[in-house]
Structures are given as structure tokens and as C-alpha cells.
């Protein structure tokens, strides 16, 4: 009986016994258990600066537009959101500068749409607009979030607030089409953005 059940023990897969050794696995990188070679996040800087140019462009084209003379303040933002642009471009740049440029070349992109419509209003087709109910929802939102920010210290951008809740009550008057109420609308909740990103 002895005989046998150490016959037994030799048949089992051991070092000892000289049959197939079990192997282990290894967690490496390589096989993408491991932190290794983990990429960094490429928002800031690729999709980040793709969505600021974006803005710049529109703003600047649709800029390009108006009569000569005009907009003064608004080409003064757009230079102000270029110059942003270019620091957050720049290899060491945090992030934020990427959000405050999205924002600011936003905010001018539909600031420079709103006042092409306002200088063609003699274009303008005699139609009723929608008022859409959402649009009420944004100026509400931005107007809460503008609550928040109020009275808290900021680096280049004190004036930008005063301008952003102005852009909020232009927005809410129903002196406009809903079209025009949207272009002000959403250049406050970029303006907002920006602030809020540390501007």
C-alpha cells in the first residue's frame, strides 16, 4: 500500500518528480496590468486648444464682417483671448489658461454674431422667432452661477464680471428675437466659464 500511494505522489506535476512545472503569469505592463507607460491626459493639450482656435477663427472671420470703426471693445476681447491662446500653447502651461481661452474666444464668437445680426436688422425677415424654453433656463443658470462668483478676488478679469452680468440682462429683454437673446445668452455662460476657470 505504501508502495503505491508513493507512486501516486510522483505522477503529480512537481520539480521533484520531473514532470511539466505549473507557471506563473506575471502582471507587467506590457500586458496592460501595470501603471507603466500610462499616457497622460491629452485634453488641455490637443482637444483644448483645438476647441479655443475653433472659437478664435469664427470670431475673427465673422469680425472680419463688420463695418470698419466698429466693435472696438469686442476686438479688444478677441486680442485678450488670442493672448490667452498663446500662453496656453506653450509647452509648461497649466490648463486653466486653456479653459480661460476657450471662454473668452467663445464669449466673442457669439458677442461677434450678435452684433452682425444687430447691424443687419434691415435683413432682418419679417417672421416671428421662437422663444425657446431652454434658453430661459441657461440666463437662470448663468445668472446663479454669476451669484456665486460675486465679490471674489480675480487676477485680469474684474471688469469681465460686470460685462457678463450685463450680457445676462441684454439676454433676458424682450427687445430682441430669441436668435439674438441666444448669441448674448451663451457669450455670458463662456464669459461665466472663464471666470470661473480663475480669469
Not at 507587467?28 to 491629452?42: F, H, L, S, W
Amino acid at each position: 500500500m505504501a508502495k503505491k500511494i508513493a507512486g501516486r505522489k510522483k505522477k503529480r506535476g512537481t520539480k521533484a518528480s520531473g514532470g511539466p512545472a505549473r507557471k506563473e503569469t506575471k502582471k507587467t505592463p506590457q500586458n496592460g496590468t501595470g501603471n507603466a507607460g500610462k499616457e497622460r491626459p491629452v485634453y488641455a493639450a490637443d482637444y483644448g486648444l483645438m476647441t479655443a482656435f475653433h472659437h478664435m477663427q469664427r470670431a475673427s472671420v465673422v469680425m472680419s464682417l463688420m463695418e470698419e470703426g466698429t466693435g472696438e471693445d469686442l476686438r479688444d476681447l478677441l486680442k485678450r483671448g488670442v493672448k490667452l491662446y498663446r500662453k496656453a500653447a506653450e509647452d509648461d502651461a497649466k490648463n486653466k489658461f486653456v479653459l480661460q481661452a476657450i471662454g473668452v474666444l467663445k464669449a466673442t464668437e457669439h458677442l461677434s454674431m450678435a452684433g452682425l445680426y444687430a447691424a443687419r436688422m434691415k435683413f432682418k425677415q419679417n417672421a416671428i422667432s421662437p422663444t425657446p424654453e431652454w434658453l430661459a433656463k441657461v440666463v437662470a443658470e448663468t445668472d446663479r452661477r454669476l451669484e456665486q462668483l460675486d465679490g471674489k478676488e480675480r487676477g485680469k478679469g474684474p471688469h469681465l464680471f460686470p460685462v457678463t452680468m450685463e450680457l445676462v440682462r441684454r439676454a433676458e429683454g424682450s427687445d430682441h428675437d430669441a436668435h439674438l437673446a441666444f448669441e448674448l445668452a451663451m457669450a455670458a455662460d463662456a464669459l461665466c466659464f472663464a471666470l470661473e476657470s480663475g480669469l
